[in-house]
C-alpha cells in the first residue's frame, strides 16, 4: 500500500466513471482521515453504465477541465 509506505499529507487521485474508481477514492478518503485527498473523476458515461460521483469528487470531462480546475484552486504546477 503506497499510503502506508510514503505516508503522504496530501493527494490527489484522477480516475473516471466507468469502473470503481469513485468508490475506491471514497474509500481511501475515509479510511485515511488525515491525508487532504483531492479526488477528479473523469465523467465517461452518463446512465446506467457509470458509477455514481459523490459529492466530494470533482467532475470533469476534458483534460482541459481538470487543468482549468486545478490553475484556478491556485495548483497551475500541477496542470501544466
Known amino acids: 500500500d503506497i499510503i502506508q509506505k510514503r505516508s503522504p499529507t496530501q493527494l490527489i ?5 466507468s469502473s ?3 468508490v475506491v ?3 481511501i478518503s475515509r479510511e485515511h482521515p488525515s ?3 483531492r479526488v477528479f ?3 465517461l458515461y452518463s446512465g446506467a453504465n457509470a458509477t455514481k460521483i459523490p459529492s466530494t469528487q470533482i467532475s470533469f470531462l476534458t483534460s482541459a477541465d ?3 480546475h486545478l490553475y484556478n484552486a491556485g495548483d497551475a504546477s ?3
Open 66 to 68: 481538470l487543468a482549468a
Open 20 to 22: 470503481k474508481d469513485p
Open 35 to 37: 491525508i487532504n485527498a
Open 13 to 17: 487521485l484522477i480516475g473516471d466513471n
Open 41 to 43: 473523476i473523469r465523467q
Open 25 to 27: 477514492y471514497e474509500q
Open 78 to 80: 500541477l496542470a501544466i
